[in-house]
């Protein structure tokens, strides 16, 4: 399970919404604490605009799965 949100004040973070994309994003104005993007899941764990980054080559932020160690 991915974790979003983790800092000093919130060591555990927030767990996976798993009907959303996995991509963590940070917010334009306030804290700047990244937390999962909000779009559903349209392409496998992603929403359209994070797979379309990667089908551009680009590289979204993406927390590491803890239950894959």
């Known amino acids: 399970m991915r974790r979003?949100?983790?800092?000093?004040?919130?060591?555990?973070?927030?767990?996976e919404?798993?009907?959303?994309?996995i991509v963590s994003v940070i917010p334009n104005s306030?804290?700047?604490?990244?937390?999962?993007?909000n779009?559903?899941?349209k392409h496998g764990e992603y929403c359209t605009l994070?797979?379309?980054q990667l089908q551009a080559g680009r590289h979204p932020n993406i927390p590491k799965d803890e239950t894959e160690e």
């Open 17 to 21: 919404d798993k009907t959303r994309c």
């Open 39 to 41: 779009n559903k899941r």
């Open 4 to 15: 979003y949100g983790t800092w000093v004040g919130n060591r555990k973070g927030n767990a």
């Open 50 to 52: 994070h797979y379309k």
């Open 30 to 37: 306030g804290w700047p604490i990244s937390h999962q993007c």
